[in-house]
């Protein structure tokens, strides 16, 4: 209850719509608009820069108001920003496998798994998920991949593409809008809006197609809630994105988003992962397959990290002190210490737990969780400590 108290003002600030700082938000001159443009319009969304895109940060009820919707019943969000490559031919596989962290042959037609892109010193260069289409529409891989490492992330394969292989590439971004429908009512809003079973669909990284094939359906999501993930071509989405919110669905933009996936320690590319930390040094040993028949770029960097010991681990901080949200940026000390030993990679008020929340890369001897901890804000300090993730 103490929590809840501290933070009361910036609670109060996101519950009438003053939405938080976003990480990778920018001002380009030119945004692309989504193809859901008119429905934001339509309810009212307050419309930021983010990845190049106009996208809707909140809607008229507030980002706390559509984190808890999503966490106690259900919410979409366009994904329309978010980019798609296609990978195909007969040595797409094993060439594929080489420039990813997971191991594609654990997966089979119509199932996906969480893999990461890394460069040759072992940071990231994009986070992703890779999909084995089945032999009826293809038999390739289908990548879903971050909205700002789209031009990145295909230069990088077509620079390291054998196409003697046998390897075609595609970036298919422009042929699909997508939704994200999450929370504990996602499978009924499924059958509700389709008359159809989602549990046909299995948990964690399957897929379907649905319209005739036009439509790709992946279980998936990046709010820690059940949900799916709905790609389509771009004059369909909007259909689908109405018959979701006309069934009960909260329009949800990328503040909660931002909110839900912090709250369950996910990661965000550009902020939390980037070229220099490895995905060791960000919790995601789980996801890289050291072992994997013929290796991949950047392997013997992680397998000496592993050898050898991390050095630092992106952590979870908790406030523990009344004061303004943690943000991006925002200098971490020791607790009594006069020099910082990191700057959060993420920070935001946490909507279920009433306190800042952030993540930083902490040295390794810093990083065990109730690690008593100090963050700068505004020139001032306020105690926190390391907590385990997730923080909800």
């Given at each position: 209850m103490t929590a809840m108290r501290d933070c009361a003002e910036p609670l109060r600030r996101l519950q009438t719509g003053v939405s938080e700082d976003i990480?990778?938000?920018?001002?380009?001159?030119?945004?692309?608009?989504?193809?859901l443009a008119a429905e934001h319009a339509r309810l009212g969304?307050?419309?930021?820069?983010?990845?190049?895109w106009d996208m809707p940060i909140q809607y008229g009820g507030?980002?706390?108001?559509?984190?808890?919707a999503v966490r106690e019943s259900g919410g979409v969000f366009d994904i329309s920003h978010m980019g798609?490559?296609?990978?195909?031919?007969?040595?797409?596989?094993?060439?594929?496998?080489?420039?990813?962290?997971?191991?594609?042959?654990?997966?089979?037609?119509?199932?996906?798994?969480?893999?990461l892109m890394p460069n040759e010193a072992g940071g990231v260069i994009d986070d992703l998920i890779a999909y084995r289409e089945t032999d009826a529409n293809g038999g390739g891989f289908f990548l879903v991949v971050n909205a700002s490492k789209i031009?990145?992330?295909?230069?990088?394969?077509?620079?390291?593409?054998?196409?003697?292989?046998?390897?075609?590439l595609k970036n298919a971004s422009a042929a699909f809008g997508g939704i994200?429908?999450?929370?504990?009512?996602?499978?009924?809003?499924?059958?509700?809006?389709?008359?159809?079973?989602?549990?046909?669909?299995?948990?964690?990284?399957?897929?379907?197609?649905?319209?005739?094939g036009a439509t790709i359906v992946c279980r998936t999501g990046y709010t820690g809630e059940d949900g799916f993930e709905l790609f389509a071509p771009p004059e369909r989405i909007a259909g689908w994105f109405r018959r979701f919110v006309e069934a009960g669905a909260e329009p949800c933009g990328l503040g909660a988003r931002d909110t839900l996936r912090l709250e369950k320690g996910y990661p965000l590319n550009g902020a939390d992962l980037d070229p220099v930390h490895t995905p060791l040094e960000a919790g995601l040993g789980f996801f890289c397959k050291l072992d994997k028949a013929g290796g991949f770029i950047g392997r013997d960097v992680l397998a000496r990290q592993?050898?050898?010991?991390?050095?630092?681990?992106?952590?979870?901080?908790?406030?523990?002190?009344?004061?303004?949200p943690p943000r991006h940026g925002y200098a971490v000390f020791p607790s009594g210490e006069a020099e910082p030993v990191a700057e959060l990679t993420s920070g935001t008020l946490s909507p279920t737990?009433?306190?800042?929340?952030?993540?930083?890369?902490?040295?390794?001897?810093?990083?065990?969780?109730?690690?008593?901890?100090e963050i700068e804000i505004r020139g001032r300090r306020f105690a926190a400590e390391v907590v385990k993730k997730p923080f909800v």
């Open positions: 990480p990778g938000s920018e001002t380009p001159t030119k945004l692309q608009a989504s193809p969304a307050r419309m930021a820069a983010f990845a190049g507030g980002i706390v108001a559509e984190h808890r798609q490559i296609r990978v195909g031919g007969a040595g797409a596989a094993r060439w594929l496998n080489r420039l990813l962290t997971n191991d594609l042959n654990l997966i089979g037609p119509g199932e996906g798994q969480y893999t031009g990145e992330d295909f230069a990088w394969l077509k620079e390291h593409a054998d196409f003697e292989a046998e390897v075609s994200a429908v999450q929370g504990p009512r996602a499978a009924a809003l499924w059958e509700e809006t389709t008359a159809g079973a989602l549990g046909d669909l299995p948990p964690r990284n399957g897929m379907i197609r649905v319209e005739d592993k050898a050898e010991g991390l050095a630092t681990k992106l952590s979870a901080i908790r406030r523990t002190a009344k004061g303004p737990l009433g306190c800042g929340i952030g993540l930083a890369y902490l040295p390794a001897a810093l990083a065990r969780a109730g690690t008593p901890l």
